[in-house]
């Protein structure tokens, strides 16, 4: 992996970690839908201004169901999922249950995409969910039915992630590719026509009791505009640069951004389970991410063949 790949997943990692952030905040004022459906609209609402000072070539190769579609499974349900964990989890256990992306990465690759299963790639992700199970230790929530509900939809999210990843190298880059900005404009695009009939149902039958003050539409702004649409457009340059594997990694990275947002700004407790787990993932990472060692043939092999 080169600098700047290992640059943008660094980043991606501090900027979705935030994400956990803003949605404990917005969640519990505005609900499960509102809240999902204000993120994937304001980032596809930003990505289409962005994209427009930019002046891109608005060509999608043929492309633009399928990006709808991606969008739907990477996009909108993830966002209502996390949204509904957000309600009972703190910041912190939301980024940590995301961490199972790359298990789910790996077990769907290898179930329906023939993605070779290394022994240092096995190693590297429960070597990730036993620093997962180190953080969850350390943090505040008992393990009780709303632990385990918001546990669940965050693992639905991660499901979706894990498929998303290879659904993307195969719908989007064959054929050339399509640029990262237009697969994030399209990813939100999909994201929001799933939720516009369900934020309208919810709106009209269980409208919130308060619509929020500045900090929640603050929050809001932030989780579309960066967390979403800056971050998506960083996370489909990734999938064509490393794949989906490698890509699905930056999970590993993010319950510790998100554990230290939710401890600065939320005042959620640290402690040296933090430490202990932060330093598993870490070398979880370097195990998933570490090239395979490819065997130089023996003499013997090398001289038949000549």
């Not at 966002?79 to 009972?88: F, H, K, L, P, R």
């Not at 809001?220 to 996370?235: E, K, N, S, V």
């Not at 787990?277 to 060692?293: D, F, N």
């Not at 023996?298 to 038949?304: V, Y």
Request: proline share 6%; aromatic share 12%; charged share 10%.
């Amino acid at each position: 992996m080169s600098p700047i790949a290992l640059f943008r997943l660094l980043l991606l990692a501090a900027i979705w970690g935030a994400s956990f952030l803003f949605m404990r905040i917005i969640a519990p004022e505005l609900g499960t839908i509102p809240t999902a459906f204000f993120r994937v609209s304001i980032a596809a609402i930003g990505l289409l201004v962005i994209l427009a000072l930019m002046r891109i070539d608005w060509n999608f190769r043929g492309k633009f169901g399928v990006c709808l579609v991606l969008g739907m499974i990477n996009s909108g349900i993830p966002a209502t999922m996390y949204s509904v964990a957000a309600q009972v989890l703190p910041a912190g256990y939301s980024a940590i249950f995301n961490a199972t992306t790359p298990l789910m990465g790996v077990l769907i690759g290898a179930l329906f995409f023939r993605e070779p299963m290394t022994k240092a790639k096995l190693c590297g992700i429960f070597l990730g969910l036993l620093g997962v199970a180190v953080l969850s230790g350390a943090g505040p929530v008992a393990f009780d039915a709303q632990l385990m509900g918001g546990a669940l939809a965050c693992l639905a999210a991660t499901a979706c992630y894990g498929l998303a990843g290879f659904l993307a190298r195969r719908w989007l880059d064959q054929q050339g590719g399509l640029d990262s900005r237009l697969s994030a404009l399209g990813s939100m695009l999909g994201a929001t026509l799933l939720l516009v009939p369900l934020f309208g149902y919810s709106a009209l039958t269980h409208p919130p009791a308060s619509w929020g003050g500045w900090q929640v539409w603050a929050s809001l702004l932030g989780l579309g505009l960066l967390c979403t649409a800056f971050a998506y457009i960083l996370y489909f340059r990734l999938l064509s640069e490393i794949g989906p594997i490698n890509s699905s990694t930056v999970t590993f990275m993010i319950p510790i951004f998100g554990v230290l947002w939710g401890a600065w700004l939320l005042d959620e407790p640290l402690s040296m389970g933090h430490v202990y787990g932060g330093v598993l993932i870490a070398l979880a990472v370097w195990l998933v991410l570490k090239p395979a060692v490819v065997a130089n043939p023996a003499p013997s092999q090398s001289a038949d063949k000549a």
